[in-house]
């Protein structure tokens, strides 16, 4: 979330942060937020009975804004359809790893298990299919002799933290679109893997 706020500052964002919504009061980005003087709102879901309530009041929190994208930056729950079909075709979330390769959690430890020679982090349109939505943008970093998880998740990270606002500034600019057959870029079909970035030490 914090590399949305930073690309606004720098014009480099061709919109604005209008709201951030998390699901814990003691997030960080909340207090983030409202320092830039950004609108925040918690809901909180250990208050609601099922994953269906929560996700219809969190649907009414962000309709409130009538955003014209959904990011999901550091939020890491499971949405249902309740939420997801509220507002397809204008949500999006970045994964680490280059989908479709290790869609859920553990995804750079499992690339280097596997012996992988690159790792990285694909931003995706979000359907009820978990990670499995058209991807948009990916960017690859090489895997070092020396990685652990953790080295290779920091690396990672920094180029998040680019690639996010980008795709979500082509979205913004009306250059992306997602249709029922996958991610349009400049009325192209992107392919199944997005545009590829690649970085090299």
Do not use: C
Request: proline share 6%; glycine share 8%; no cysteine.
């Amino acid at each position: 979330m914090g590399a949305f706020l930073k690309a606004e500052r720098r014009g480099a964002l061709s919109g604005q942060v209008v709201r951030v919504i998390s699901n814990r009061p003691d997030a960080a980005g909340l207090a983030t937020a409202s320092d830039a003087g950004v609108a925040t709102t918690v809901v909180d879901h250990t208050l609601y009975e099922s994953r269906e309530a929560f996700d219809a009041a969190l649907a009414e929190a962000v309709k409130k804004d009538n955003p014209d994208v959904v990011v999901l930056a550091g939020f890491m729950r499971i949405l249902t359809p309740v939420f997801i079909d509220a507002f397809m075709g204008k949500l999006m979330n970045v994964h680490p790893s280059l989908l479709p390769n290790y869609p859920g959690l553990n995804t750079h430890q499992r690339a280097i298990d596997n012996g992988d020679r690159e790792a990285g982090a694909t931003v995706h349109y979000v359907t009820n299919e978990l990670d499995g939505g058209p991807p948009i943008l990916q960017v690859s970093v090489p895997i070092e002799s020396g990685d652990d998880a953790d080295s290779l998740a920091a690396r990672i990270l920094d180029f998040e933290h680019v690639i996010f606002p980008e795709a979500v500034n082509w979205h913004l600019q009306g250059r992306l679109a997602h249709e029922a057959d996958g991610a349009y870029l400049d009325g192209k079909k992107l392919p199944p893997t997005g545009t590829l970035w690649k970085w090299q030490a």
